[in-house]
């Protein structure tokens, strides 16, 4: 760390850290204990722990589950027949690593070499009480035997007793032996560590440029917990604005993860990794898992428009899609966000179009990609809108005026127009529009926010009415403020644990709508279960409605 100047909050790495791969960081230990603690103190007032945020996850069906693992073996009493077995098990699943104890690194590299599978070992384990000494020693072992990754044990006692700069002088030094691209975790072991605690070992992590966070050893009382994984994970996007990173730490969840339901939990928390023995069942279950959902799809053979799609509410939708069987076209005016969407999704099922839902033009180029690559169209979610920041009604800009009225209505106007003919034609059609709670129950400072999802709300009625002889159907969905982008907004610039919870307090559940949430929405009044339902505004806002 080279200086202390900045926002509040911030504790800068030095220039030329391993961070920013320009070589080793040249690491100092004159920050006291106390500079160390008022530091801590500053991030955690600006950590936000929301319990309905839902992390992307990687397919449970296919190989990406498996390259969040690593494949742990950590008992004493093990013997060479086991690490064999293990590494196995790890070249047929694809897993992200094996994990095992220093004098085990050397015989699994060898196991391993020609796949893409790396040796994780380790250091100072499982107590972390060990000297620097011993750890340098341990590490530089494991290193000279292969190992591109380094689990190291955290001394919780020393952090208990508040010794900050004692800790943050041996990661620093570790981080000095192992540069980049070996990857360090540092183990906290959370079941001994109250949230402060967990907040400082997050902090001292980012400081010393490690790469991961992980909860536990898996010897030591509980092993990850969500609202341990979701607070790290809150930590590591804090410590990557504070401090001079151009990346940010992630999270590895470990002890007690033995099922898919573990997993998913996990990685919906924030997690990044797994450690885990259990890897071979996980994602065994995953694939089962996935195979009986198909049987069991909603949308199997149908393909859906999705505006939007890049990000947020329309992402989750497009995800949620695919998951029940339905082909996807992301009709998103953002290449870099709507490709990378698409990308993420199996090829077969979801492609991406990049257009403008204001142009009459491009709904028609959006219908004619859609019967060019899967043959038809059958569902459209007119999900793309924007908000204005809150704040009174006079003082929004005449552009922000024009461009909340363009974007939020006119797309019905437009895919009407474009794909109403081809829905008759078929005698078969829904279109699903993203309306708001903000449209039957209008607030304050949101005025013209609501106004136009207020005209969503009253075109979906009228073209209900309207369309029902072609056998097409209109809904729309009123989802409360959503864990997107559009918050700070919502909040009037700045999101504050003050300004969620004035928000949340008007709503009976108690938090946030996610992108989960509506997306189920979204997809019933696209299916075949809602087949005598037309003209609703369904709300998806936790019962504010209410109030």
């Known amino acids: 760390m080279a200086s202390r100047k900045g926002s509040s909050g911030t504790l800068a790495t030095a220039k030329g850290s391993p961070a920013n791969g320009a070589g080793a960081v040249k690491m100092t230990t004159r920050y006291t204990d106390e500079e160390w603690a008022k530091f801590v103190a500053e991030v955690e007032k600006d950590i936000v722990v929301t319990s ?28 060479a027949v086991q690490f064999d077995d293990l590494c196995a098990e790890a070249r047929v699943n694809g897993f992200a690593t094996v994990c095992v104890r220093p004098q085990w690194v050397q015989k699994c590299v060898m196991d391993l070499k020609g796949s893409n599978v790396k040796v994780a070992c380790v250091v100072g384990f499982h107590e972390g009480t060990y000297d620097l000494l011993h750890k340098a020693q341990e590490a530089k072992q494991a290193m000279r035997g292969g190992a591109s990754e380094l689990d190291i044990v955290l001394n919780y006692d020393e952090l208990k007793a508040g010794q900050y700069a004692s800790i943050y002088n041996e990661l620093a030094t570790l981080r000095l032996q192992a540069p980049h691209p070996v990857l360090l975790k540092l183990i906290i072991e959370t079941s001994q560590l109250d949230r402060s605690q967990i907040i400082s070992a997050c902090a001292m992590a980012a400081a010393a440029n490690f790469d991961f966070v992980k909860t536990s050893t898996g010897y030591r009382g509980h092993g990850a917990k969500e609202e341990d994984v979701r607070l790290m994970a809150a930590c590591c996007e804090r410590l990557a604005v504070g401090m001079n990173h151009d990346r940010r730490m992630r999270v590895k969840a470990s002890g007690g993860i033995r099922t898919i339901e573990d997993a998913m939990k996990m990685l919906e928390a924030g997690a990044g990794r797994l450690g885990t023995s259990g890897g071979v069942w996980i994602v065994k279950e995953g694939k089962e898992t996935v195979e009986q959902s198909r049987s069991l799809s909603r949308l199997e053979g149908k393909t859906a428009i999705i505006t939007g799609a890049g990000m947020g509410l329309g992402e989750g939708i497009a995800r949620k899609f695919v998951d029940e069987g339905a082909n996807v076209l992301l009709f998103e005016i953002s290449e870099e966000h709507g490709q990378k969407v698409a990308d993420s999704l199996p090829r077969e099922k979801a492609v991406f179009y990049k ?15 859609c019967l060019d690559h899967f043959g038809g169209l059958d569902i459209v979610v007119n999900n793309a809108g924007v908000v204005h920041r809150s704040g009174p009604s006079p003082a929004v800009p005449r552009s922000e005026y024009d461009r909340i009225m363009s974007i939020n209505i006119t797309p019905l106007y437009q895919s009407a127009k474009a794909i109403h003919p081809h829905f008759a034609a078929q005698h078969s059609g829904v279109f699903v529009n993203l309306s708001s709670t903000s449209a039957p129950r209008p607030r304050p400072n949101l005025v013209w926010y609501a106004g136009s999802k207020g005209a969503v709300s009253a075109i979906t009625k009228g073209l209900a009415a309207e369309f ?42 108690g938090r946030f709508a996610t992108p989960w949430d509506v997306a189920c929405a979204a997809c019933f009044l696209a299916s075949e279960e809602a087949g005598f339902i037309t003209g609703v505004e369904l709300p998806v806002d936790g019962g504010r409605a209410l109030n």
């Not at 190989?63 to 073996?73: K, Q, S």
């Not at 559009?486 to 504050?496: P, Q």
């Open 52 to 79: 309905n945020v839902v992390y992307r996850c990687p397919d449970i069906g296919g190989p990406a589950l498996a390259e969040t693992i690593d494949h742990t073996l950590l008992k004493l009493e093990a013997r």
């Open 355 to 369: 257009g403008d839902v204001t142009d009459l033009e491009h709904w028609v180029g959006a219908l004619k990609a």
């Open 468 to 509: 029902a002889p072609d056998g097409v159907r209109c809904n729309a969905l009123c989802p409360v403020v959503a864990e997107t982008g559009m918050v700070r907004e919502v909040l009037g610039g700045a999101d504050t644990v003050e300004g969620r919870q004035g928000l949340t307090r008007g709503i009976p559940l």
